[in-house]
T-cell receptor, first 113, second 115 residues
Framework: GQQVMQIPQYQHVQEGEDFTTYCNSSTTLSNIQWYKQRPGGHPVFLIQLVKSGEVKKQKRLTFQFGEAKKNSSLHITATQTTDVGTYFCAGPHSGAGSYQLTFGKGTKLSVIP | DVKVTQSSRYLVKRTGEKVFLECVQDMDHENMFWYRQDPGLGLRLIYFSYDVKMKEKGDIPEGYSVSREKKERFSLILESASTNQTSMYLC??????????????FGPGTRLTVL
C-alpha cells in the first residue's frame, strides 16, 4: 500500500539553528499537507502544496513540493522554542476516496534554549 | 472557527469493558475520521465516514466499530477493550470536495488507558 515516510524521526537543535524535515511518498501525490502538533496538543493544519515544484513560505517556515510530486520538505530558519512539536506530512490516500490522508510518522523537534 | 470536540480527555477502563468515544463537529463537514496515535507509529486511521450511516475501514479497524447516526457526530466503539488498545484517540473532520483533499481539523484527543 501507499507509504509516506518522514525523516528524521527526532531532531534536537540549539535555538537559532535551522531545521529541516523531509517527506517521501511511494506514489505520486496530487497534493501534500503539513501539520504541527504541539506537546500535549492535537495536529493543526499548516499548509497545503499542490503544484509541482511549489514553494510556500510562512514567516520562518519554508515548504517545498518536489518536481515529481513524490517528496516534500519543511525548513525552519532560526528555530525558536515556540517551534517545538511534531511535524507531520500527509498525502491523499491512493485509493477510493481522495479525502482520506496517509500521514507520515512525523518528526519531533526539540529546541534547546 | 471549526470546532471538533471529544467527549473525554482522559478515560480509564478495564479489560473487557465496552467503551464509547464520541466526537462532535460544528462545521457541517461530511467527512469524519478516527485515528489512534502511538509513539513511533504516528497517526493510524481506524475508520472514517463520508456521510451519515456510511463508514469505511481504515488501516487498523480490528477491535473497533463506529457509528454515524447524525452528520455532526461520529462515535468509536471498542466492543471489548483490551490493554493493547491503550492509546491516544484523535477524531478529525473535513469537507468533501469531490476529487480534492480538504484539510482535516482535529479534536483535542482522548487518552484511553485500559487496565
Amino acid at each position: 500500500g501507499q507509504q509516506v515516510m518522514q525523516i528524521p524521526q527526532y531532531q534536537h537543535v540549539q535555538e537559532g539553528e535551522d531545521f529541516t524535515t523531509y517527506c517521501n511518498s511511494s506514489t505520486t501525490l496530487s497534493n501534500i499537507q503539513w501539520y504541527k502538533q504541539r506537546p500535549g496538543g492535537h495536529p493543526v493544519f499548516l499548509i497545503q502544496l499542490v503544484k509541482s515544484g511549489e514553494v510556500k513560505k510562512q514567516k520562518r517556515l519554508t515548504f517545498q513540493f518536489g518536481e515529481a510530486k513524490k517528496n516534500s520538505s519543511l525548513h525552519i530558519t532560526a528555530t525558536q522554542t515556540t517551534d517545538v512539536g511534531t511535524y507531520f506530512c500527509a498525502g491523499p490516500h491512493s485509493g477510493a476516496g481522495s479525502y482520506q490522508l496517509t500521514f507520515g510518522k512525523g518528526t519531533k523537534l526539540s529546541v534547546i534554549p | 472557527d471549526v470546532k471538533v470536540t471529544q467527549s473525554s480527555r482522559y478515560l480509564v477502563k478495564r479489560t473487557g469493558e465496552k467503551v464509547f468515544l464520541e466526537c462532535v463537529q460544528d462545521m457541517d463537514h461530511e467527512n469524519m475520521f478516527w485515528y489512534r496515535q502511538d509513539p513511533g507509529l504516528g497517526l493510524r486511521l481506524i475508520y472514517f465516514s463520508y456521510d451519515v450511516k456510511m463508514k469505511e475501514k481504515g488501516d487498523i479497524p480490528e477491535g473497533y466499530s463506529v457509528s454515524r447516526e447524525k452528520k455532526e457526530r461520529f462515535s468509536l466503539i471498542l466492543e471489548s477493550a483490551s490493554t493493547n488498545q491503550t492509546s491516544m484517540y484523535l477524531c478529525a473532520s473535513s469537507f468533501l470536495h469531490g476529487g480534492a483533499t480538504d484539510t482535516q481539523y482535529f479534536g483535542p484527543g482522548t487518552r484511553l488507558t485500559v487496565l
